[in-house]
């Protein structure tokens, strides 16, 4: 028998699709690929996405309404769900929480709780909107919560909610992209002005990244190891402003780019002072690379093959820059990188969310 799955898109429709969108195009994915007699339906306000969304597997429905609007809504009324849906799936907590099928299960991602661990990262409305709608879910016992970072299930059972509601998730990385030759990426950086080596960050530029604290381990650890070379920065504004100083902005890639350049860094540095998961850092073991991260980055916090630092202490972070370089870059040191996270597929996330579903 099929099974209807709607799944909400309204990220796309936002200015900084961010992490939650990344989620969202690896679930469809990875529901589309399994042997499953799935029917899969996004549910999207009216207007233009800020993303193609051509080539996700399952069919649009759009309401009527604008993305403000919808957001206030789907608080009360699922509005756009088909009658048929089967299991309605908000992939944020904007919702929908309703709709369906007499049978449907409904159920919400929660990514993080920024909005308290970092709350200069939001908005006192933001904020207001965030902690309001995790009242709310505390509250709907009928809503099935999926936690996509390490811990955060146990947060919300201590914080009352029951145990049997929340479910956890593994999120994903690798797509079908090939990643663009040595040559193609010597290309493109040279068009940029980047010859020679260089150290990568790749996400949004914004306050919670800590980007300023890294420009100033990076100077500090480059004085003495020029073979960091130059530091590029890749990825679109996110919410705040954030200086680049000296950094080479390269701002939003093809995938395809984004996979070379992962592979060819000599070092990928991410320390966030705060995160809800961290692709970036997973993104970039997938490619076998020397990767630096924050003690703050849930996706890489237990992970042996990488190098971990205080994110508030940039003497640390400079240290982490050049113990980095230490490490191998033979193809046993990169594979032994790769497999740390070679359970991380998007098949394997979709099979978490059809157990929470069960």
Do not use: C
């Amino acid at each position: 028998m099929t099974r209807t799955v709607s799944i909400s898109l309204d990220q796309f429709y936002r200015p900084q699709p961010g992490g939650i969108a990344t989620y969202v195009r690896g679930l469809v994915g990875g529901l589309a690929s399994l042997h499953e007699d799935l029917r899969l339906i996004g549910v999207a306000p009216k207007g233009s996405p800020t993303q193609d969304l051509s080539d996700l597997a399952l069919k649009p429905v759009t309401t009527m309404v604008p993305i403000d609007v919808l957001t206030r809504v789907w608080a009360k009324w699922p509005l756009g769900v088909p009658a048929w849906s089967d299991v309605v799936h908000a992939t944020s907590v904007a919702g929908p929480y309703a709709g369906g099928t007499r049978q449907a299960v409904h159920s919400v991602a929660l990514h993080d709780l920024l909005w308290r661990d970092e709350p200069s990262a939001s908005t006192p409305r933001g904020i207001k909107f965030h902690e309001g709608r995790l009242q709310m879910l505390k509250r709907r016992y009928d809503v099935r919560v999926i936690t996509t970072a390490p811990g955060l299930a146990q947060r919300l059972i201590d914080e009352g909610f029951a145990a049997e509601r929340v479910h956890q998730s593994r999120l994903g990385v690798g797509d079908t992209t090939s990643a663009e030759s040595e040559g193609q990426v010597r290309t493109f950086l040279a068009e940029h002005g980047v010859q020679g080596p260089f150290t990568l960050y790749a996400g949004t530029r914004e306050p919670r990244k800590n980007l300023g604290r890294l420009r100033e381990a990076y100077a500090n650890a480059r004085a003495t190891n020029p073979e960091l070379g130059a530091l590029v920065f890749v990825g679109p504004p996110g919410w705040g402003e954030e200086e680049s100083g000296d950094a080479v902005v390269l701002g939003l890639v093809a995938r395809s780019m984004l996979q070379g350049l992962y592979r060819d860094a000599t070092v990928v540095a991410y320390v966030p002072r705060a995160e809800g998961w961290g692709l970036p850092p997973v993104e970039a073991l997938h490619e076998g690379a020397r990767v630096v991260a924050s003690v703050a980055t849930p996706s890489v916090a237990t992970n042996e093959e990488v190098v971990l630092v205080n994110p508030l202490d940039v003497n640390d972070i400079t240290s982490g820059l050049i113990r980095a370089l230490s490490l191998g870059t033979d193809e046993s040191a990169r594979q032994r990188r790769r497999e740390t996270v070679a359970s991380l597929t998007w098949k394997n996330v979709a099979l978490d969310h059809l157990a929470a579903w069960a």
